[in-house]
């Protein structure tokens, strides 16, 4: 099977997922209540132990991460000032240009992870691991000081950034992951495994969770402008600088060689308020 096929054949099972939310949510079998409770136990419980597993028991020595470290950094930075930038041309009101940027540089991990894994197999999976832990800091960090600059009245303090940060379980399993890894410690083994299980099921969720909310999206479209400028950002600018670079291909690709597939690893909701949009990361 060539390289195409196995993107296509990754495919297949998210999109099936994707499809059957989608259904769902069409046919009323998922209801509001349903789609938050996936969304919240995903977020706090599966996705947190799947990290956790993921960076505990990771062989990735964390140098041999920080080129794709600082390539994420600087994506979301230069994808940011774009948008500012078209935000200033188009003469974009104060209160939406916060959106705006938050739109076209967050993301969501359910497709990325989901592919992730049978693409690169494990080895890729732990740098990923790494990467969207350190894009949960930068992207946050980069959305609030965003919002407090034009955010105008009722600003959130930079107390109340530091509080979420600390409270968002991403990063919680994130740091209870690597100082597990630091101590040297081995994961019992059916605990190892139960944490993969969990880590599955956030998977599951989160793309269940991805295909309902495509059935609501026609009623909450924004305007044509601002959906095609934050897309173009979004798709184009932001993959741009780490594609442009051979060194980050070269090392998942090497990742692929190294290592069979293994188990998956974590995405992240969408936000849903100013609180979750600093710290629900990714986007």
């Known amino acids: ?40 136990i995903a977020y706090h419980v599966f996705l947190p132990a799947l990290l956790f597993q993921n960076l505990a028991s990771s062989a990735v020595p964390g140098a041999a991460v920080l080129p794709l470290l600082l390539l994420t950094a600087s994506s979301i930075l230069l994808t940011t000032f774009a948008m500012l930038a078209w935000c200033c041309h188009a003469a974009v009101p104060a209160a939406e240009v916060g959106p705006h940027v938050m739109a076209s540089m967050r993301f969501n991990n359910f497709l990325g992870f989901s592919l992730l894994l049978p693409l690169f197999g494990p080895i890729g999976l732990a740098a990923g691991a790494m990467v969207s832990t350190f894009a949960v800091i930068v992207a946050n960090t980069v959305s609030v000081v965003v919002l407090l600059t034009f955010a105008g009245r009722n600003r959130p303090s930079l107390r109340q950034l530091g509080v979420e940060l600390a409270r968002n379980p991403l990063i919680q399993a994130s740091a209870a992951g690597l100082a597990w890894k630091a101590s040297s410690l081995d994961l019992f083994a059916p605990v190892e495994r139960t944490l993969a299980m969990l880590g599955q099921a956030g998977i599951v969720c989160g793309l269940i969770v991805v295909g309902a909310a495509l059935a609501l999206a026609p009623s909450a479209l924004p305007r044509r402008a601002a959906l095609a400028s934050t897309a173009f950002t979004k798709f184009l600018v932001l993959p741009a600088w780490p594609t442009a670079r051979p060194g980050c291909s070269a090392w998942i690709r090497s990742s692929r060689r190294r290592s069979p597939c293994s188990s998956p690893c974590p995405p992240t909701p969408p936000p849903t308020s100013w609180r979750g949009s600093w710290v629900a990361m990714p986007s």
């Open 1 to 40: 099977m060539g390289r195409t096929g196995e993107v296509l054949y990754a495919f297949v099972p998210v999109l099936l997922l994707i499809l059957g939310g989608y259904l769902g949510q069409r046919s009323g079998r998922i209801d509001a209540g349903l789609r938050s409770g996936l969304e919240r």
